[in-house]
Each structure stands twice: as structure tokens, then as C-alpha cells.
Nanobody, 115 residues
Framework: QVHLVESGGGLVRTGGSLRLFCVAS????????MGWARQAPGKQLELVAF???????NYSDSVKGRFTISRDNAKNTVILQMNSLKPEDTALYSC?????????WGQGTLVTVSS
């Protein structure tokens, strides 16, 4: 069983930055890929970014150039650096990871961007 716990969400103004953290209960080396998804009220779940065990990354068009995903295997942590935030980035952000074809999800952290 894998437990993922997110932190770092909060209220920020347009143009501001936030850094989200996802800490796994065990080693993240077995989780491949790991990523972040978000869901705004009344909208579908959007996969924002993911990172593979060898460091390859992928981003949705909506965040490309503004968000950066990274992983610290020694600390069992995946980080999402979010810059130039917009009101449309407001959502519940959840960390996820795949192990042996089984997806694991955290409870999420809320990000609110005020205009």
C-alpha cells in the first residue's frame, strides 16, 4: 500500500507562485510515473504534469512553460513548482503514482488564485 500526502496549497494572487509537495509513505522509486492532476469545481479531472523514474517530464498545454515537476527520490517527494498563476489554475491538486499498473492517489491540496 502506498500513501501519498500533498501539501503547499493556499491562496495566491494572479501572477504569484506556489510550490506543491507530495510525500510518499515509502520509496517513490517503485512509482513510475508520478504526477499531478487537478480538478476545478464543475470541470473534469485534468492531468497537469508527470515525471518518469528517469526524469522525463510531460505537461498539459495549459501549464506548459509555467509549471515544473521534479522528484527527490531520497526524500520520497515529488514537487510541482507553479509560477505565473492564473485564476483558471484554481483547483484541487492531487498527486498520483503508478506501481505495478495500480494507480495511487493522495487526498489533494487546494489552490486558489485570486484575480
Amino acid at each position: 500500500q502506498v500513501h501519498l500526502v500533498e501539501s503547499g496549497g493556499g491562496l495566491v494572487r494572479t501572477g504569484g507562485s506556489l510550490r506543491l509537495f507530495c510525500v510518499a509513505s515509502g520509496s517513490i522509486l517503485n512509482l513510475n510515473p508520478m504526477g499531478w492532476a487537478r480538478q476545478a469545481p464543475g470541470k473534469q479531472l485534468e492531468l497537469v504534469a508527470f515525471i518518469t523514474s528517469d526524469g522525463r517530464t510531460n505537461y498539459s498545454d495549459s501549464v506548459k512553460g509555467r509549471f515544473t515537476i521534479s522528484r527527490d527520490n531520497a526524500k520520497n517527494t515529488v514537487i510541482l513548482q507553479m509560477n505565473s498563476l492564473k485564476p483558471e489554475d484554481t483547483a484541487l491538486y492531487s498527486c498520483n503514482g503508478l506501481r505495478d499498473s495500480v494507480p495511487y492517489w493522495g487526498q489533494g491540496t487546494l489552490v486558489t488564485v485570486s484575480s
